[in-house]
């Protein structure tokens, strides 16, 4: 079965830092990838995805993924944190013949002045 | 544009008491998702709808019944509240899945709060 791993429930950085979060994967087959995004008392919107058309998919507010096929992974990245950065953030996995989305367990990002 | 809502927003029942959550959406969408999260263990799938009429098992079912009678709304029952059912619930949309060949952006609700004493 698919799953995905983010490494790390919390997360701090200063502002203006580079921000990284881990996330692999577990599929048989290259999946459909996703990152979400969720500030305080809302719900999840998306990142980006990743879809195979390009293994560096860049996303909304700077951030960026780098699909890694032998590493099985799909980390988040942004060169400089800011202030408003600070929320929750999960990865998603969706294999190609599925039709659901499973969720990892999340990693909360702290940005300290 | 209302997006994807979700009513009501907080409930407080006590065990064994029944509710439902009713989810809506606008756009039109053929698929419908709900989760619940709870601390440390992220979003978990609960049940879920490819289209009106249909429904199917997610990773945690039990203790929880949904139906789709109408394509834009999604209703999650709870027929005998426990307290391990407390948390957040979420309900998401999207035009297509995996299955469908194209990987499709979920659309969520604002969430509901659920507490069981």
Same mark, same amino acid.
């Given at each position: 079965?698919q799953?995905?791993?983010?490494?790390g429930s #919390?997360v &701090?950085?200063?502002?203006g +830092? =580079?921000?990284? /979060?881990?996330?692999?994967?577990? &599929? &048989?087959v290259?999946?459909?990838l996703f990152w979400?995004?969720q500030?305080?008392?809302?719900? /999840?919107?998306?990142?980006l995805?990743?879809?195979? +058309?390009?293994t =560096?998919?860049? $996303?909304?507010? $700077?951030f960026?993924?780098?699909f890694?096929k032998?590493?099985t992974?799909? #980390?988040?990245?942004k060169? &400089?944190? #800011?202030?408003?950065?600070?929320?929750?953030?999960?990865? +998603?996995?969706?294999?190609?013949n599925?039709?659901k /989305?499973? @969720? $990892?367990? $999340?990693?909360? /990002?702290?940005? @300290?002045? | 544009?209302? *997006?994807?809502?979700q009513?009501?927003?907080?409930?407080v029942?006590?065990?064994?008491?029944?509710?439902? !959550?009713?989810?809506a959406?606008d756009?039109n969408?053929?698929y419908?998702y709900?989760?619940?999260?709870?601390? *440390?263990? %992220?979003?978990?799938?609960?049940?879920?709808?490819?289209?009106? %009429?249909?429904?199917?098992k997610?990773?945690?079912?039990?203790?929880?019944?949904?139906?789709?009678?109408?394509?834009?709304?999604f209703?999650? *029952?709870l027929?005998?509240?426990a307290p391990?059912?407390?948390?957040?619930?979420?309900?998401?949309?999207s035009?297509?899945t995996?299955l469908a060949?194209?990987a %499709?952006? !979920?659309?969520? *609700?604002?969430g509901s709060? !659920?507490?069981?004493l």
């Open positions: 079965a799953s995905v791993t983010q490494l #919390h &701090s950085v200063s502002e +830092a =580079l921000v990284l /979060l881990r996330c692999n994967y577990s &599929s &048989s290259p999946p459909y979400y995004v500030y305080p008392n809302q719900g /999840l919107q998306l990142l995805k990743y879809t195979s +058309a390009a =560096l998919v860049k $996303g909304i507010n $700077g960026e993924a780098e890694k032998s590493e992974s799909f #980390h988040l990245t060169p &400089s944190a #800011h202030m408003s950065d600070a929320a929750e953030y999960f990865c +998603a996995v969706s294999e190609r599925t039709d /989305l499973i @969720f $990892g367990t $999340g990693t909360r /990002l702290q940005v @300290f002045p | 544009n209302a *997006g994807v809502t009513t009501p927003k907080f409930r029942l006590k065990t064994g008491q029944s509710m439902t !959550l009713l989810c959406q756009m969408h053929e419908m709900w989760y619940r999260q709870d601390p *440390g263990m %992220g979003l978990r799938l609960i049940h879920y709808s490819v289209g009106e %009429g249909t429904t199917a997610g990773e945690v079912p039990d203790g929880y019944n949904v139906s789709r009678l109408k394509k834009q709304n209703l999650l *029952g027929e005998s509240a391990s059912q407390t948390s957040v619930y979420f309900c998401a949309s035009t297509t995996g060949g194209t %499709g952006e !979920l659309f969520f *609700g604002e709060r !659920l507490t069981v």
